[in-house]
């Protein structure tokens, strides 16, 4: 059988500031069993994106959120959020930073 | 500016501009090397932007841009949708703010009590995707608003060029030396900046952005990839530096914990920027007096990860 969580089955939306990471996609597919393992998968495919989101020790950086179908994951099990095939994540800055 | 009656507009501007002495002790400085905090919460608004705000506004009542039935629309994540709307309760005109979705719970708690209206934009797009719905909003429907745009609108600048700047050369009388505002709009830098160089041309403008064009650092702009600011004018700058987004928390933390200064993120950035030019002036055996701008109070910042969480090593 197939492993499922190497399929890229998982909508990723990228917010204007990373999207240069992306090559300008601002919704791409990835993998991951967890929102961690998403992370890491994002990194093999655009390198420096990583550092980014996370502190070194994988902690998803206090002045970005992180949901998951609509649920931030702060709120919940943090970078060890699982996640299923279908699952929509969006990074999103905690602050819209303007004026 | 003339005609001014509404309450909340004369309480603003002429806010408290004081040494921080104890954070000057705590980073080694001379005692000839110091650096002063002008606080800009005090405002009514609660931030700076209440200048810039009044300033649109009132030459808008002038002109007849306002008052005769339009709408004030602008995009606004932030301090200056908050200052329209504290405006607009006062001298009676409807508000319009267009913002990301991802601005704070308080943001948009605070114009609903203002009473302004929210149209939301896509939290992905940031505030540079506010600015492009709002342009959008403002060409579909022109009679329907008076459209305020805060980085385009030269009383932005006149604001500071007549308010900020002849406080701080008042309140130092005379002997600031360095100017330390960190970027976002740029009218704060640009217009007070101005002021202080014809006050005396040997002032130097130190400008502070954030590292990355992905922060934290609510109301700063990274101006390489983001949107520039028609009103920005880089003649007016002499020291550009940046400041990541932990070290803006972390150095506002450290003010709040050290001098009793409860500042918002941005406070952060600019003290990095006076940290950094009043290290260069003690390394180098000179005085200085350096004023930096601290744009908003910590309390609109609860709900974020600024005040909780990871503790600053100190």
């Not at chain 1, 990471?21 to 961690?36: L, Q």
């Not at chain 2, 932007?49 to 008052?67: C, H, M, T």
């Not at chain 2, 709900?303 to 503790?311: A, K, P, R, V």
Request: net charge negative.
């Amino acid at each position: 059988m197939a492993d499922a969580v190497s399929t890229a089955n998982i909508v990723v939306l990228i917010p204007a500031p990373l999207r240069r990471f992306t090559n300008g996609e601002a919704k791409i597919s990835s993998s991951g069993a967890t929102v961690g393992e998403l992370i890491d998968t994002l990194e093999a495919s655009y390198p420096g994106i990583r550092d980014r989101i996370c502190e070194a020790d994988g902690r998803i950086r206090r002045f970005v959120n992180v949901f998951v179908n609509g649920a931030n994951v702060r709120s919940g099990d943090g970078a060890a959020t699982t996640l299923k095939a279908g699952d929509e994540v969006g990074i999103v800055p905690a602050m819209a930073g303007g004026c | 500016m003339t005609g001014i009656t509404a309450a909340a507009a004369l309480a603003i501007g002429i806010t408290p501009l004081a040494r921080l002495r104890r954070l000057g002790q705590r980073h080694n400085l001379p005692d000839d090397v110091q650096m002063w905090l002008k606080m800009e919460w005090a405002n009514p608004g609660g931030s700076v932007k209440d200048r810039p705000a009044l300033a649109i506004v009132q030459a808008a009542l002038e002109s007849g841009d306002l008052g005769s039935g339009k709408t004030l629309i602008d995009s606004s994540s932030g301090n200056t949708g908050l200052s329209y709307a504290m405006l607009g309760a006062a001298y009676g005109f409807p508000v319009t703010i267009v913002l990301p979705g991802s601005a704070s719970a308080e943001r948009k708690q605070i114009l609903r009590v203002y009473g302004a209206k929210l149209i939301e934009s896509d939290a992905l797009e940031g505030s540079d995707g506010a600015i492009r719905l709002v342009r959008q909003l403002v060409a579909e429907s022109p009679d329907r608003y008076f459209f305020a745009d805060q980085y385009g609108n030269p009383n932005n600048v006149l604001a500071h060029f007549e308010g900020t700047g002849p406080e701080i050369w008042r309140q130092t009388a005379g002997k600031v030396t360095h100017f330390v505002a960190s970027l976002g709009t740029t009218g704060t830098m640009i217009g007070t900046g101005r002021y202080l160089k014809i006050a005396n041309p040997a002032i130097q403008t130190v400008a502070v952005q954030p590292t990355d064009a992905f922060h934290g650092i609510e109301g700063l702009k990274h101006l390489p990839t983001a949107i520039v600011p028609p009103i920005y004018d880089e003649t007016v700058v002499d020291v550009h530096l940046t400041c990541d987004t932990d070290r803006a928390y972390d150095l506002t933390r450290e003010l709040a914990a050290v001098e009793g200064l409860f500042a918002g993120t941005s406070t952060g950035a600019a003290l990095s920027g006076a940290l950094a030019t009043a290290r260069s002036l003690a390394d180098g055996g000179q005085s200085g007096l350096i004023v930096a701008i601290a744009p908003d109070g910590g309390s609109k910042y609860l709900s974020t990860g600024l005040w909780s969480g990871y503790e600053p090593d100190m």
